[in-house]
């Protein structure tokens, strides 16, 4: 099996992600970072120098190459806009070895997350103020609503630590 988590940045994919892996004994991989390992650049440089369109298509290839690869028992974690490029939530929608979960976080605690860390973050580090930040989320998740809400699992986030989280999501899988 293949847990795929799913959500807007920030929401907490790769630290409930690694928890997750421990907890059910498979491996963990964050689809971002596996990107950076393979093309040797941040996400920020791959946006900077060779663009959105480029990261996006590489993103799908790399998503496609893990959910195809030998492994099994994993915990995949998706960068914020995965699931609504090149057709990937169909990708994994469609295979009956995946389980997608939608981290569902409120726009506040989204701001309040992004806040503290927007320099790491390419699409939002353009952004000076709070009520512009809160603007851009505010249009993006709605946007984006359409493909995270296609998720097997949703779990609402918002005011529950890591841990409580991860509990959430194993009382659903078993």
Not at 30 to 41: A, G, H, P, V
């Amino acid at each position: 099996m293949i847990v795929v988590l799913i959500g807007y940045m920030a929401s907490g994919k790769s630290t409930i992600g690694r928890q997750l892996a421990s907890k059910l004994g498979f491996s963990f991989i964050d689809l971002d970072s596996y990107i950076e390992e393979q093309e040797l650049l941040s996400i920020s440089d791959i946006f900077n120098k060779k663009g959105e369109i480029y990261f996006r298509k590489k993103e799908s290839e790399y998503l496609n190459e893990i959910i195809n690869g030998e492994q099994n028992n994993i915990v995949l974690s998706l960068g914020g806009g995965t699931p609504c490029y090149a057709d990937n939530i169909a990708l994994l929608l469609n295979d009956k070895s995946i389980l997608t979960i939608y981290l569902k976080v409120g726009l506040d605690e989204i701001v309040n997350r992004l806040g503290n860390e927007k320099y790491k973050r390419p699409l939002v580090a353009h952004i000076e103020t709070r009520e512009d930040l809160k603007d851009f989320i505010r249009k993006h998740l709605f946007e984006r609503s359409l493909y995270y809400e296609q998720s097997n699992i949703k779990i609402h986030t918002d005011h529950n630590s890591a841990k409580e989280v991860v509990e959430k999501i194993i009382l659903q899988l078993y």
